[in-house]
Nanobody, 122 residues
Framework: QVQLVESGGGLVQAGGSLRLSCAAS????????MGWFRQAPGKEREFVAAISWSAGNTFHTNSVKGRFTISRDNAKNTVFLQMNSLKPEDTAVYYC???????????????WGQGTQVTVSS
């Protein structure tokens, strides 16, 4: 089992920044990929970014490229999502997830956190 706990969400004005954290514990050695997903009200959950624990490879969805950056601290088993130049359309519950492969498909991620709310006001 892998446990994931997100933190760092909150209310911010458009153009502002937030940094989300996801602390992983348990059998993390079995999961090489960590992903961030988000779900806005009335919409389906969507992929945001992912990173490999071992190689550090990353990729981001097009709508956040240049604004969001995923990173990791292997010593602390923690993944971060630095979000800059936030827009009202970034408002959503943000989830981190752990999986075996560095992909964007939600079905490939086996463990999920409880989510953290990010609200961007205009």
């Amino acid at each position: 089992q892998v446990q994931l706990v997100e933190s760092g969400g909150g209310l911010v004005q458009a153009g502002g920044s937030l940094r989300l954290s996801c602390a992983a514990s348990g059998r993390t050695f079995s999961m090489d990929a960590m992903g961030w997903f988000r779900q806005a009200p009335g919409k389906e959950r969507e992929f945001v970014a992912a990173i490999s624990w071992s190689a550090g490879n990353t990729f981001h969805t097009n709508s956040v490229k240049g604004r969001f950056t995923i990173s990791r601290d292997n010593a602390k088993n923690t993944v971060f999502l630095q979000m800059n130049s936030l827009k009202p359309e970034d408002t959503a519950v943000y989830y981190c997830a752990a999986g075996r492969y560095l992909v964007s498909s939600q079905r490939s991620y086996d463990y999920w956190g409880q989510g953290t709310q990010v609200t961007v006001s205009s």
